[in-house]
Nanobody, 124 residues
Framework: QVQLVESGGGLVQPGGSLRLSCAASGRTFSPYAMGWFRQAPGKEREFVAF????????HYSDSVKGRFTISRDPAKTTMYLQMNSLKPEHAAVYYC?????????????????WGQGTQVNVTS
């Protein structure tokens, strides 16, 4: 069974940067894609970005294009999210997920495995 563990969250000032990591463990790990979502208090879990595991192709939500970068290291079975020029509205719990197919890849329902989340706070 696959386990996902996020890390790298924390408190940052507006304009700052953070790099989140999502490490996968398990006997075999070969998802179709992995994705990042975020959830702010009182809001639904929101798609941020996904990366296709086999070739690294990426897709971002319009709200983070040009500001966030998703990447992965297959040898380490780890995915990353580099977040730059952070704003207070980016504060949320960030979750990583693993998906077995392209179906509903932009929605949380398309992911069968999730990490526990890592908190990102952006405040001066």
């Amino acid at each position: 069974q696959v386990q996902l563990v996020e890390s790298g969250g924390g408190l940052v000032q507006p304009g700052g940067s953070l790099r989140l990591s999502c490490a996968a463990s398990g006997r075999t790990f070969s998802p179709y894609a992995m994705g990042w979502f975020r959830q702010a208090p009182g809001k639904e879990r929101e798609f941020v970005a996904f990366i296709r595991w086999i070739d690294g192709n990426t897709h971002y939500s319009d709200s983070v294009k040009g500001r966030f970068t998703i990447s992965r290291d297959p040898a380490k079975t780890t995915m990353y999210l580099q977040m730059n020029s952070l704003k207070p509205e980016h504060a949320a719990v960030y979750y990583c997920g693993a998906s077995a197919s392209l179906d509903r890849i932009d929605y949380s329902g398309g992911y069968g495995c999730w990490g526990q989340g890592t908190q990102v706070n952006v405040t001066s």
